[in-house]
């Protein structure tokens, strides 16, 4: 929203669209923190609202679940009376209270009001003498009871309903609450389990304290350290109490933790839309790839990346580790805790008893014979058998086959996943069982550990990105800077021994001619003094002879001039007809070697590309020249466009060059022959350079040599 507020902004007083990057960056660390400060700000509120809801609820009737129970004891009027807690439980399930997720209590009754069979989605305590009652009245009037009464958790709604055949059933329905347990093991009886996640606050019922203040009317709050508390008097069938409500706002630590994350997501967002918004706009792509292009290639570049990977790839390997290791944990934990269950169970000897042992212990248990279910502690799960008859088969091949006491098993219910832990045990007669238990599918503390846990890891692994994103880009400009000065001073080294090189080169080149002219100056001295030589013959000679050593030594002096011209220096490149100028020099050796066999292709229509023409004639020929000396007789000269480049490809089969000659052809001064300077392919390198093309050369010694030569295409 603020960068589309400030991209309209822009437009109104007719700015550019284009949102910088930087611009992005701010505006979306501002609206980070303006989100996180709403955020904590509303999810505080509403938390409080919905434990205000919630010890409203306990004080008068919830009208919907009032209507539901109506609905359930309508539908238990027109079916057989359940005789049996599984009867129950399809009662239950069948209905729209549990569709609502209601916590409801239901028994069955005969004719004198005695219990027969009772089920419980969640742990109550009902008030007994309410329930007989009203199931009493129910038998005695034939009609269905309902009516609201005060439980341990406030208002309650207690219907009774007879059966033609005899009996009743009741149904207790308790507010949807915090304070009634969620049923850990629901999953076993095909029902949701508890919802993960930290609760959004806690209640509890205490006694009245007179240095606390509540009233009946509304929940008074107080913040101590990182909780809110709060309190209202609500009236139970044990009297009027105090229900506590604590929300547990987390430590500074844990916000700034989260706080970062969001942070870190807002920016990811905003650089996304602003990602978006400047590809709309013209050229940027193009400018873009160009960016990224010419960064990617610099030694800054690899280095920020090569330091970046060097954290970032152990952070999220450790990242990956921290997350396997803590839901091990967390299972090993579960499983801790199950195989103690089991153990007290198994020294207790309860194996007939299970329903005891499963009250005292809080837990479902069930006992295998010969890999098959046995019994249970509840009847329901009986018939039920929500894991099957049979072990699971890697539990019977531990325990079974490899001789171990105990073993461990996720299994599958549905939609969820339930840890079961096995243990061995002997039953009186010495007969072999399996005892089975699940683990709690509620245990908050291990939860909140290990999302704690894994928040952390997740926080450290961004901020340690981030910092070593920062870092290295840091480390790599000064690592690049010091590596860029020692560049220039091993170049500045090399310029100096390029330099020294060049003018004792230049020295031995200048040498050569004028050794020829001292000695033609010295013959036309004798020549002059002496009457029996023909001195206009001797002059005529050693003039030309003087004149083709000056010719040289111009040829010389050019030659050096261009190869020490910096490219900048260098005339630009214009729009040449290459085809015209490859023609012309073909044409020019075909008539001065009528040994060599020379074939052009593709030059017979013009080929456009960037270049100087006179330049161009004599990389030619210089190229040309070289085949020729090579001892070639036959040479290939082909011009085509690829690419938008325009090619000349030159093959010979002359002599070619060695393997270990080929690296150092480039080379100023560097020759094979006694002749030359040595510098015709390194000044035709650094023509063809300058004018933004390439040249390379491939050679096989004995068979010949292939001269590529690659122009920018131009357009007349």
Do not use: C
């Not at 229900?243 to 920016?267: C, P």
């Amino acid at each position: 929203m603020l960068l589309a507020a400030y991209w309209m902004i822009r437009m109104a007083f007719g700015r550019a669209g284009f949102v910088t990057f930087r611009a992005a960056v701010i505006i979306g660390s501002v609206s980070a923190a303006i989100a996180l400060i709403a955020l904590w700000s509303t999810t505080s509120r509403q938390r409080m609202q919905l434990a205000e809801e919630d010890v409203a609820g306990l004080g008068h009737v919830d009208d919907y679940a009032l209507q539901l129970t109506r609905r359930l004891v309508t539908t238990l009027s027109e079916s057989p009376p359940p005789e049996s807690r599984s009867d129950l439980l399809k009662a239950y399930a069948a209905s729209d209270v549990a569709a609502a997720e209601y916590p409801a209590s239901l028994n069955s009754w005969d004719v004198r009001g005695k219990p027969i069979a009772e089920f419980e989605v969640a742990p109550t305590t009902p008030d007994s003498a309410a329930v007989i009652n009203a199931v009493l009245e129910s038998i005695a009037t034939k009609q269905p009871v309902t009516k609201s009464v005060l439980g341990v958790t406030g208002v309650q709604i207690l219907a009774a309903v007879s059966h033609p055949t005899g009996g009743a059933t009741s149904v207790l329905v308790l507010p949807r609450t915090r304070l009634v347990t969620a049923n850990p093991y629901a999953a076993l009886l095909g029902m949701a389990p508890p919802s993960g996640g930290d609760p959004p606050y806690a209640v509890a019922l205490t006694d009245l304290s007179p240095t606390v203040r509540a009233d009946t009317t509304r929940v008074r709050w107080h913040r101590i350290g990182n909780e809110l508390h709060g309190d209202r008097l609500i009236s139970t069938s044990a009297g009027t109490v105090r229900a506590h409500v604590e929300i547990d706002l987390r430590s500074l630590w844990a916000r700034g933790e989260r706080g970062v994350i969001v942070l870190l997501f807002d920016l990811l967002l905003a650089g996304l839309l602003w990602l978006l918004g400047a590809l709309t706009e013209k050229g940027f792509i193009r400018w873009l790839r160009v960016r990224v292009a010419k960064w990617i290639y610099t030694y800054h570049a690899r280095l920020t990346l090569a330091l970046f990977a060097f954290f970032v790839i152990p952070a999220i390997a450790f990242a990956v580790w921290s997350y396997q290791r803590l839901r091990g944990d967390d299972l090993q934990t579960r499983e801790a805790l199950v195989h103690e269950t089991l153990r007290a169970v198994a020294a207790g000897n309860e194996y007939t008893q299970l329903s005891g042992a499963a009250r005292r212990f809080e837990t479902p248990l069930f006992l295998y014979s010969n890999g098959l279910l046995d019994r249970t502690s509840d009847s329901v799960l009986d018939g039920l058998a929500p894991t099957g008859r049979a072990l699971p088969p890697a539990v019977e091949l531990r325990l079974g086959t490899a001789g171990e006491l105990s073993a461990a098993w996720e299994s599958t219910l549905g939609d969820s996943k339930l840890l079961f832990g096995y243990s061995a045990v002997l039953g009186p007669a010495q007969e072999r069982y399996i005892l089975a238990a699940p683990a709690r599918s509620d245990d908050l503390v291990l939860d909140r550990r290990r999302r704690d846990l894994g928040m952390l890891v997740l926080f450290a692994t961004a901020a340690g990105a981030l910092a070593a994103l920062w870092l290295s880009g840091i480390a790599a400009k000064r690592l690049a800077r010091d590596l860029e000065l020692s560049r220039i001073e091993v170049a500045r080294a090399e310029r100096v021994l390029a330099w020294g090189e060049m003018a004792r080169q230049v020295a031995h080149e200048i040498k050569n001619p004028l050794t020829p002219i001292r000695l033609g100056v010295q013959h036309l001295r004798r020549a002059r003094s002496d009457p029996r030589q023909n001195f206009d013959a001797v002059l005529n000679e050693n003039v030309r002879r003087i004149l083709a050593e000056i010719d040289r030594l111009d040829e010389i002096a050019r030659s050096f001039s261009r190869y020490g011209s910096a490219p900048a220096d260098l005339p630009p490149a214009v729009d040449v007809d290459v085809a015209a100028v490859v023609k012309d020099v073909v044409g020019l050796e075909q008539m001065g070697d009528r040994k060599v066999k020379w074939q052009l292709r593709g030059a017979d229509r013009p080929a456009w590309a960037l270049a100087r023409k006179d330049e161009m004639r004599d990389v030619l020929l210089n190229v040309f020249e070289n085949a020729r000396l090579a001892g070639a007789r036959q040479v290939e000269v082909t011009l085509r466009d690829e690419d938008r480049r325009v090619i000349i490809e030159t093959r010979d089969d002359g002599s070619g060059i060695s393997p270990a000659v080929l690296p150092r052809i480039f080379e100023p001064h560097f020759s094979t022959r006694t002749t030359g300077s040595g510098l015709g392919l390194a000044v035709t390198r650094r023509l063809i350079e300058a004018w933004g093309g390439q040249i390379a050369i491939t050679s096989e010694e004995g068979k010949g040599t292939r001269v590529l030569i690659l122009l920018a295409r131009s357009e007349p």
